[in-house]
Each structure stands twice: as C-alpha cells, then as structure tokens.
C-alpha cells in the first residue's frame, strides 16, 4: 500500500469516566463519585493552565479560587487578548426565556444533530445541562448581556435551531465574555495565587513516568527556553484553523501545544473535522493573511440571495426581486437561513460553481438587510448589529445599510482535537484537554454560539472537579529539572530551533504556509475527494521535507524572533495536515463538515455510513513520515437516534 494511505488499526478506545446511570443523572453521578482535594491541602498542588481564552482564563481563576496554586501561560501580551474575544454572535443555554418550548432535552438533541451524530452522548448533554448555569455565572461577573423590554434577557436564534436560546451582548458577546474570566482571573493574580506567564509560548509536554508534569516553553521576547514543573497540565489553546492559512483565526493562534502533546502519547481524535462558516467577508486577493468572520447572528435579520441567471453582474440595486434566489429559504424552508453552518456553506459554494456568485471571481453571496431596515427601521437595525456593520464598512469601503454584505465561506473552528474522556483527560494522564482543544462535544459540525458555551463549561464547571478527583487519587511526587525526562524534553525543544535556525535556506515560513494552506483548502476544504486527498498526501510529506531543507530563518533564538516563531509552528501544521488528509481519506462517509464528494445524497446533501464509521477516530503518534495507529471509539446513542438530517 502507497505510504500516504497507510496506517494501521489498534485497540479500540473507550470512555470509563461516564456513570453507567440515565444520561440525565451521568453529571451527578460523576461528581459525587469524585475523590476531593481538601481545601487546606490544595495550596499544595501546583496545576500548568496553558491558554486564557474563555476555557483556560475561567479554568485558571476557577482553579486558584478553590486554592490552588496555578501558573498560567499565553501566547499575547495581554491575556485578554486571547482570540476568545473575537467571538461575536452569542452564547446557547437553555434558560427558556421565550417559552418558545426550549429545554436542556431540546439543546441536547439539536447538538447531536447538527453534530451529524458524531458527538459523545454523554458530554453533549452535560454541556447542554450547565448552560443554564454559565448565564448565571456570567451574569453574576456582570456581562452587559442585552435585555427585553421586560428586564429578561434578551435571546435570538442561531443555525439548525427553531427556538431562540442564544444569549448575546450586541455583537461583542465573545469580548464582554472574555473580559468577565479576564477579571475573576486578574483578581486571581493580584492575590498571587496565579503565576501568569504572557508572551510565552509552550514548545513541548514534559512526561514523567507515562504522566504529565510540566511543559517546556520559550520567552517570545528574550528567546529564553525553560521548563516549568507541576502535578497536572491544562491545556486550553483553542483550534488548529490556522493551518489552512487563510481562516478567520487570529495569525498567531496555532497548534503547536495540541501537537505536541500528540507527539508525546495524547491521541488525536476526528483532526479532519474542520467547519467552514458560511459567512465571512470575502478573500480580496493573494496578499491577504486571514479573513474577518461576520457573526452568524446576521442570518437572524438578513437574506442571503444570489442572482438566477449565470453572470449576471449588475448591482444588487439593480436586479428586479423576481430575478433573485434566495437559495437557502427555497431549499431549507423549515430553517432558511438559519440552517447549520456546514449546509449553508456548501449551499453558497454550490450557487458560485454554477457561476452565479458575485462580487470579484464571483466568489461571494449576498447577505441582505434591507427587508429588516423596512420592517424594523434603520434604528433598530444599528442596535442589534451596529458595530458588525461598521467593522464591515471600514473593511469594504461598502455601506451595508444601503448595499447588502457580501460573504462567503472560510475555515472558522476545528471540531477535532486531542481525545478526552468524560473528565476531559487525554490519554496522557494528568494532561487535561478543555474548550476547542478538545474534540469531546460538537461531533462533525458545531452549532453557532456552542464554542463560548463549550468553553465556559469546561473551565468553570467541569475541569475543576474533574482535575481535583485526579489530584486526589494521585500522591504528590516531586520532580526534579535534572530527571532525565526533562532533560530530554528541554534539549528536544533547543535541537528544534537550532535546526530550523541552522537550514539558512531561501523560502520564507510564511510561503510554505501559503502553500500547505491552499493545498489543504483545495483538497481537504468544504469538499473532498479520494483523488484529491491522496493527491495532498503525495505533495505534503516532499513540501516538509523541501521546508527542513529550504527554509530561511533570520536572527537568533536568544532573541525577540517572530521568524521563529512562524517557523516552528509551519513545521507543526506540516505534520498535522497530513494527519488530517489521511484521516479525510480514510472516512469515505460524509458527515456534517467533512464532506466527501462520492459519498452524498440524491439531493446532494452529505451521507452518513453508520455501519461502518459510527465512532470517534483517535490517532496514535508513532513518527513522522510513519504510519500513524487508528484506535476507534464507538458511538452508541439511546437517546437521540441517528437520522438522516432534514432541514427542509
């Protein structure tokens, strides 16, 4: 067999953390069974967070409020200016407010679904179970969410839902969110029981014994390579979106932490997973280096449309209201244009491959609100989504109060990530996987407003009795920076850079990035096929090996040195990208995100193969180049049955 189409098959995996009890009493359950930490003995552990988005910042601050000692690591200057502030739309709970007939059921049940029944039963609907209780967190921490005329707050609708649960403030929900972990976790650090680290990148996992008990990390301002011990790691570090190059991710988020925890034992669960969110602004050229994502709370208000004839490019204004498709309203008339993000961007690429997108390339789709602005009026309108429309404006020199937006799908979160069991331990023990690092709760596609919710689940609610349960079952035993796993993992990490250092080559970071992005998005994007991904598997493994021979890296790493930086994260997407290829290749089913030409419906919708690929694909790291081990967690469901999804 061809090396880019091998890999061999292991043991299966299993999740044992999750009570053999009703699925609504499986949280309760668990929690009472955990082994406590007493509180005058948790001053005594010391736990790694790594990350200060919305999982690692309410992790952290969770964690040093219960006592103990946390020593925190991020990437920005500042952690509030992790990429969970970038996150706009809202947040789900099942609060019911509308009494328009939510429940925690109904959350559940629309997650597993819009998930293509590829999520764990067990860890949706305990995330749907304390949704209720994040408002109330947030609340409390006094976010601005919006309210009704009544002093309720205020929801709206999302995606491949028919109620309304989605909280927001304005279009900042993910920044007012962001600010409230920000605060409980600097209150945290004034009171020193949080050790923060910004500007501070982790390059490897320390293991100790088959145990996690530190990281190996670099000062991106001195270059000073150190290791830092403890009794448990956390890892909150968000996606891998950013290897696609173009994606609405910030450009420094990356997945270097997740990969090489992977290349240290964690298994890497459904990598090929990846949404494309169907509205964003529009790639403008080759010079761009990420796209702007416009929040998903838009298709609440406006109506995506294109043109019914091929290469018409007259002006929006300009072509008659007969003379216009509103595709996803006359395909999807239950949902319209609030159907799930994986269907209404394929539904938007379907319309462009028929030439009748618009904008430059004809690469685009209409999002119009000026049905919303008549009924409602302009006032309104800027109410809800003002400051969307003027970040829209200052990009496009376009109004969108008087020309509708133009968007178009792009690489947005990653459903896959490091397997977790109920507890949200990897397979590494002690090494903890929360938020969007993890793979636990979205299945093949996420709904919109679940990722803050997800977050904030596993950071406040989850990980900290989770993590107490497994200090408590596991004697504290020092480690020494002088033992040899330590050793190893520090002299790993400095090889690494003096070899990417050493190369002095004549291709830049930023152009073998540029490459591996537009190869993944043209063979392993919104659609894949089987001569496509084995076409990347063949190209991707002779671009590394062209990177360790060509790439040029200026300076030193006894410095600030962002060329290095870059560096040593494109070696990582190098790795990842073919993992998530093969792991395209070997799903020959389609489901939610991941869609696979040969497998669709007679509507052209994606087909599920539920005999063959109901399971969670967990990937065993055993070299590079080498053909990595298929472990398979099977997916049982007694509560919400595997259909085929209909939103029409």
Same mark, same amino acid.
């Given at each position: 067999?061809?090396?880019?189409?091998?890999?061999?098959?292991?043991?299966?995996?299993?999740?044992t953390?999750?009570p053999?009890?009703a699925?609504?009493?499986?949280?309760?359950?668990?929690?009472?069974?955990?082994?406590?930490?007493?509180?005058?003995?948790?001053?005594?552990?010391?736990?790694?967070?790594?990350?200060?988005?919305?999982?690692?910042?309410?992790?952290?601050?969770?964690?040093?409020?219960?006592?103990?000692?946390?020593?925190?690591?991020?990437?920005?200057?500042?952690?509030?200016?992790?990429?969970?502030?970038?996150?706009?739309?809202?947040?789900?709970?099942?609060?019911n407010?509308?009494?328009?007939?939510?429940?925690?059921?109904?959350?559940?049940?629309?997650?597993?679904?819009?998930?293509?029944?590829?999520?764990?039963?067990?860890?949706?609907?305990?995330?749907?179970?304390?949704?209720?209780?994040?408002?109330?967190?947030?609340?409390?921490?006094?976010?601005?969410?919006?309210?009704?005329?009544?002093?309720?707050?205020?929801?709206?609708?999302?995606?491949?839902?028919?109620?309304?649960?989605?909280?927001?403030?304005?279009?900042?929900?993910?920044?007012?969110?962001?600010?409230?972990?920000?605060?409980?976790?600097? $209150?945290?650090? =004034? !009171? #020193?029981?949080? /050790?923060?680290?910004?500007?501070?990148?982790?390059?490897? %996992?320390?293991?100790?014994? +088959?145990?996690?008990?530190?990281?190996?990390?670099?000062?991106?301002?001195?270059?000073?390579?150190?290791?830092?011990?403890?009794?448990?790691?956390?890892?909150?570090?968000?996606?891998y979106?950013?290897?696609?190059?173009?994606?609405?991710?910030?450009?420094?988020?990356?997945?270097?932490?997740?990969?090489?925890?992977?290349?240290?034992?964690?298994?890497?669960?459904?990598?090929?997973?990846?949404?494309?969110?169907?509205?964003?602004?529009?790639?403008?050229?080759?010079?761009?280096?990420?796209l702007?994502?416009?929040?998903?709370?838009?298709?609440?208000?406006?109506?995506?449309?294109?043109?019914k004839?091929?290469?018409? $490019?007259?002006? =929006? !204004? #300009?072509?008659? /209201?007969?003379?216009?498709?509103?595709?996803?309203?006359? %395909?999807?008339?239950?949902? +319209?244009?609030?159907?799930?993000?994986?269907?209404?961007?394929?539904?938007?690429?379907?319309?462009?491959?028929?030439?009748?997108g618009?904008?430059?390339?004809?690469?685009?789709?209409?999002?119009?609100?000026?049905?919303?602005?008549?009924?409602?009026?302009?006032?309104?309108?800027?109410?809800?989504?003002?400051?969307?429309?003027?970040?829209?404006?200052?990009?496009?020199?376009?109004?969108?109060?008087?020309?509708?937006m133009?968007?178009?799908?792009?690489?947005?979160?990653?459903?896959?990530?490091?397997?977790?069991d109920?507890?949200?331990?990897?397979?590494?023990p002690?090494?903890?996987?929360?938020?969007?690092?993890?793979?636990?709760?979205?299945?093949?596609?996420?709904?919109?407003?679940?990722?803050?919710?997800?977050?904030?689940?596993?950071?406040?609610?989850?990980?900290?009795?989770?993590?107490?349960?497994?200090?408590?079952?596991?004697?504290?035993?020092?480690?020494?920076?002088?033992?040899?796993?330590?050793?190893?993992?520090?002299?790993?990490?400095?090889?690494?850079?003096?070899?990417?250092?050493?190369?002095?080559?004549?291709?830049?970071?930023?152009?073998?990035?540029?490459?591996?992005?537009?190869?993944?998005?043209?063979?392993?994007g919104?659609?894949?096929?089987?001569?496509?991904?084995?076409?990347?598997?063949?190209?991707?493994?002779?671009?590394?090996?062209?990177?360790?021979?060509?790439?040029?890296?200026?300076?030193?790493?006894?410095?600030?040195?962002q060329?290095?930086?870059?560096?040593?994260?494109?070696?990582?997407?190098?790795?990842?990208a073919e993992?998530?290829?093969?792991?395209?290749?070997?799903?020959?089913?389609?489901?939610?995100?991941?869609?696979?030409?040969?497998?669709?419906?007679?509507?052209?919708?994606?087909?599920?193969?539920?005999?063959?690929?109901?399971?969670?694909?967990?990937?065993?790291?055993?070299?590079?180049?080498?053909?990595?081990?298929?472990?398979k967690?099977?997916?049982?469901?007694?509560?919400?049955?595997?259909?085929?999804?209909?939103?029409?």
């Amino acid at each position: 067999m061809p090396c880019y189409a091998s890999y061999t098959t292991g043991e299966p995996l299993a999740d044992t953390k999750s009570p053999a009890v009703a699925v609504e009493d499986r949280w309760d359950q668990r929690r009472f069974e955990a082994s406590l930490v007493n509180p005058a003995n948790r001053r005594g552990y010391t736990v790694i967070v790594v990350g200060t988005g919305l999982a690692g910042g309410a992790a952290g601050a969770t964690l040093a409020e219960q006592g103990y000692r946390v020593v925190q690591f991020c990437h920005q200057d500042s952690p509030r200016r992790a990429h969970s502030i970038a996150a706009q739309g809202g947040i789900n709970a099942a609060k019911n407010y509308r009494n328009d007939g939510d429940s925690v059921r109904r959350l559940f049940y629309d997650t597993v679904k819009g998930g293509d029944f590829r999520a764990r039963e067990s860890n949706v609907h305990r995330l749907a179970q304390i949704s209720v209780e994040i408002i109330d967190q947030c609340v409390a921490q006094g976010v601005p969410f919006a309210r009704e005329y009544g002093g309720l707050l205020d929801t709206r609708s999302f995606g491949g839902v028919q109620v309304s649960r989605t909280f927001y403030a304005r279009g900042q929900t993910g920044q007012q969110l962001l600010l409230g972990a920000y605060q409980a976790l600097s $209150r945290q650090i =004034a !009171a #020193g029981r949080v /050790e923060m680290h910004p500007r501070t990148e982790m390059l490897d %996992l320390v293991v100790v014994d +088959g145990r996690a008990r530190g990281i190996v990390a670099r000062d991106l301002v001195t270059g000073r390579v150190e290791v830092h011990l403890a009794d448990a790691v956390v890892l909150g570090t968000g996606g891998y979106g950013n290897v696609f190059h173009l994606s609405t991710n910030a450009k420094n988020s990356n997945a270097t932490a997740i990969w090489r925890a992977h290349r240290r034992g964690a298994r890497f669960a459904n990598p090929c997973f990846t949404q494309i969110h169907p509205t964003c602004i529009p790639r403008s050229g080759d010079h761009q280096s990420k796209l702007t994502l416009m929040s998903e709370s838009l298709r609440n208000d406006g109506r995506i449309w294109v043109p019914k004839a091929r290469d018409d $490019r007259r002006p =929006a !204004a #300009g072509i008659p /209201e007969d003379e216009r498709d509103y595709f996803l309203e006359r %395909l999807y008339p239950s949902f +319209g244009n609030l159907v799930p993000r994986d269907i209404a961007s394929r539904a938007a690429k379907n319309v462009c491959d028929e030439g009748r997108g618009v904008g430059p390339g004809g690469q685009g789709v209409y999002l119009d609100f000026a049905d919303a602005i008549a009924r409602l009026g302009r006032e309104a309108v800027e109410e809800r989504y003002g400051n969307l429309f003027e970040m829209y404006g200052r990009i496009t020199d376009e109004n969108p109060y008087e020309v509708p937006m133009r968007i178009y799908p792009a690489v947005h979160y990653t459903m896959g990530g490091l397997w977790v069991d109920y507890d949200l331990q990897t397979t590494i023990p002690g090494l903890f996987a929360i938020g969007e690092a993890n793979f636990s709760d979205h299945g093949a596609n996420r709904l919109g407003a679940s990722a803050l919710m997800q977050g904030l689940a596993d950071g406040y609610f989850v990980l900290p009795p989770m993590l107490g349960d497994f200090l408590a079952r596991h004697p504290r035993t020092p480690v020494s920076e002088e033992h040899p796993a330590v050793e190893e993992a520090i002299a790993d990490t400095e090889d690494r850079l003096h070899l990417l250092l050493a190369v002095n080559g004549d291709r830049t970071p930023e152009s073998f990035h540029r490459e591996l992005g537009e190869l993944l998005w043209n063979e392993c994007g919104m659609a894949r096929t089987d001569t496509g991904l084995r076409k990347a598997l063949d190209r991707i493994p002779a671009l590394r090996e062209e990177f360790w021979r060509r790439v040029r890296v200026p300076g030193t790493g006894e410095q600030l040195n962002q060329s290095l930086e870059k560096a040593n994260r494109v070696a990582d997407y190098l790795e990842l990208a073919e993992l998530m290829c093969l792991d395209a290749l070997h799903r020959t089913e389609s489901c939610g995100g991941h869609f696979r030409e040969e497998s669709r419906t007679d509507g052209g919708e994606a087909a599920r193969d539920d005999t063959h690929f109901s399971y969670v694909a967990a990937w065993e790291f055993t070299g590079t180049g080498v053909p990595p081990v298929l472990h398979k967690e099977d997916l049982v469901f007694e509560h919400v049955h595997p259909t085929q999804r209909s939103y029409a």
